[in-house]
């Protein structure tokens, strides 16, 4: 069963702090890995996608790691912000056939506080 | 235009009422899809457009209706609703289908904050 799993569920740090969020998939056959940003009622916004191929992608303060092998993701948040509170999901495609089918994780709800 | 958009942005029903949500593109997108999130859980896939075509229904049921009159246009009429379908109604776009195998990307709306009373 395709499963994706974050961790931690949620995590409060202060402004200006960086900080890093895990993903596990067990997803097969892996086709991409996005990570979204989701505020509080609003509907989530795409950070990064990765492919088999790529190690590290960065998005302004927002960078991500994909380790094929192992399965696992980070993204990693440099010098947060009041902004950065929000849901941050995992989302990982699998190729079926000649579809693609997207397995969202759980979520990591961030607080960044003063 | 690089926006889904979606209205109404709150919406209170009772469970004998029907009612439409909306969603609208102009990005050109061939796939749109209806999605549906309760709180602290991630969105759940309802049904999917292909070139104006359902392609997915992902077990719904029938008191949720999806409509697409156009490329741009998605609809989803509600009837007959319970409290537990209360949720966040998502609606996203991708250049294109899921069925494809291309490598894509969705675009999600704000949502629709639906209460059924």
């Known amino acids: 069963k395709n499963q994706v799993e974050q961790s931690p569920q949620s995590l409060i740090i202060l402004e200006g702090k960086n900080c890093t969020l895990q993903?596990?998939?067990?997803?097969?056959?892996?086709?991409?890995l996005r990570w979204y940003k989701q505020d509080t009622g609003r509907g989530p916004v795409s950070l990064t996608i990765m492919t088999f191929s790529e190690n590290t992608k960065s998005n302004g303060r927002y960078t991500a790691t994909l380790d094929a092998d192992t399965k696992q993701s980070s993204l990693h948040i440099t010098a947060s912000q009041l902004s950065d509170s929000a849901s941050y999901i995992c989302?990982?495609?699998?190729?079926?056939?000649?579809?693609?089918?997207?397995?969202f994780g759980t979520g990591t709800r961030l607080q960044v506080t003063l | 235009d690089t926006e889904v958009t979606q209205t109404p942005k709150h919406l209170v029903m009772g469970m004998t009422n029907k009612k439409s949500l909306k969603c609208e593109q102009h990005?050109?997108?061939?796939?749109m899809y209806w999605y549906k999130q309760k709180a602290k859980k991630p969105p759940e896939l309802m049904f999917v457009y292909s070139y104006e075509k359902l392609s997915i229904n992902e077990s719904v049921p029938s008191r949720f209706s999806p409509e697409c009159p156009n490329s741009s246009l998605l609809n989803l009429h509600l009837h007959a609703l319970q409290p537990e379908d209360s949720a966040l109604y998502l609606c996203a776009s991708s250049p294109y289908p899921p069925t494809s195998g291309s490598f894509y990307e969705q675009y999600f709306g704000p949502g629709t904050r639906l209460t059924v009373t």
């Open positions: 993903c596990n998939y067990t997803v097969s056959p892996f086709s991409n």
């Open positions: 989302v990982v495609s699998a190729r079926v056939g000649t579809a693609s089918k997207l397995t």
């Open positions: 990005m050109g997108h061939r796939a």
